[in-house]
């Protein structure tokens, strides 16, 4: 008896379980049109499948493997799996003309919309294909350094891969994201999003090519991620475009592998906003112009972050790039008033000229960092930037390339951008209290004439040091 009720339990779990498994409907692309050859535009086939799939409830939007999709423009709906199977690719149409809508509402000067989605829910992207942004067609002429950026009157045509706007439960996972001609992910006014395990790798000649910008966004998980790229890796902001998606808050990040030839970390410096209560733990930044940045320029606060238990390698790169190898960098100065492209946008409506509000409750805990610069703090006042830690932190200073230092990079802002000096372990100047405590300076074989100080300090409100081992370079 006892046997016959557990061989009947054992037949509803399989029912209920295979039952379970026939509501997750299959939209295949193919079948809806799409050709797949890499030469025909797929987008309308595609959109059509997304459409058909939302609309029915849910479902798996399906791209066969070893096929290469093509397409423009394609806006994501809620509860759809977008699912790339093994050597499966959606690629971006090189058509400049076919990309119409800006990615940052009625500024045009900042890119344009690829794969998009505003007002949904319940989104992923899985499997291990690629969505491959072509950003080298984009391009204008390869530099030694770069790539040229092409002339454009109003609309820069240049495609953002996948802007989401207004999502909630988002999850990406495994799938090969890159080749950006703009940023790669922006999540903007998200809610409850994971991304993990990807692979996103851009063009470190690419300018602008950024990995994964958090924007007015919270509940953010990053983790397992290998990130290649030219702007910066992973950058918290709350730009003005999107001001009423509000504060940028309660992000994690982890296990996580950087290269950048700007900052492969950031806050900043579009802030208009609140960005608090971040974590960045157990990440690695590989020869990167900046490793770790908090670049304050605009009238929002940041505070409450953390960073821990990370190893990071700093390398000098051209003028092109933001940044001197600083493995560790927080400023806070007002925005400069320049003549840019979008310049309208970067003060508050009708003003001509910004302010800056603080940075407070910033730490720094079991760092290591290798490079040919060191850590820089600067303000434009005591009061910007108050309540900074460095627990552990050893710094490793080498020169390593034949790009002149003893400069700190403090681009954009209303002073003067870079800031000729001498190169010291740790660079406090003009904040608040400060602590050094348990951390060192060493200095490497090779040695420029302008590296001076293990600490230097200038209009400090308090430095407290403990612990501290590290001697002078000369």
Known sequence: MNTKRALVGVIMVLAFVMGSAQTVRQFRVKEFG??????????????????????????????????????????????????????????????????????????????????WGEHFENFSISGTGTIDGNGIKFMGKELD????????????????????????????????????????????????????????????????????????????????????????CICLKNRREYEDYGVCENIVVTNCTMTSRSCAIKIGSENMDTIRQVLFNNCIIKKSNRGVGIQHRDEGVVSDVVFSNMIIEGHMFSDVWWGKAEPIYITAYRRAKINHKDANWRFPKGATEGKVGYVRNISFSNIKCYSENGVYVSAESKDKIDNISFDQVDVYINKTTSIVGGVYDRRPANVEGFVKGTTAGFYFDTAGSILVRNSSVVWGPNKAPYFKMAIEKKNLGSLKVQNFIGLSAQ
């Not at 759809?80 to 045009?108: C, Q, W």
């Open 145 to 232: 350094d770069s790539y040229e950026l092409k002339p454009f009157n109003v609309l820069d045509p240049r495609p953002h891969v996948m802007t989401l706007i207004d999502g909630k439960n988002i999850r990406i996972h495994d799938a090969h994201i890159g080749n950006s001609a703009y940023w790669t992910i922006h999540l903007v006014g998200c809610n409850d999003v994971v991304i993990s395990g990807i692979s996103l790798i851009n063009s470190l000649k690419v300018r602008n090519s950024d990995g994964i910008d958090v924007d007015h966004s919270k509940n953010v998980r990053i983790s397992d991620c290998y990130i290649e790229s030219g702007d910066d």
């Open 34 to 115: 799409a050709v797949g050859d890499g030469k025909t535009d797929d987008a309308k086939a595609i959109q059509k499948a997304i459409d058909a799939c939302s609309s029915s409830g849910g479902g798996k939007l399906i791209f066969d493997a070893a096929t290469t999709f093509l397409s423009g423009p394609i806006q994501i709906k809620s509860n759809v799996e977008m699912h790339l199977e093994p050597g499966s690719v959606l690629l971006a149409n090189p058509d400049e003309s076919i990309y119409k809508m800006s990615a940052f509402r009625t500024n045009p000067g900042e890119g344009t919309l690829w794969i």
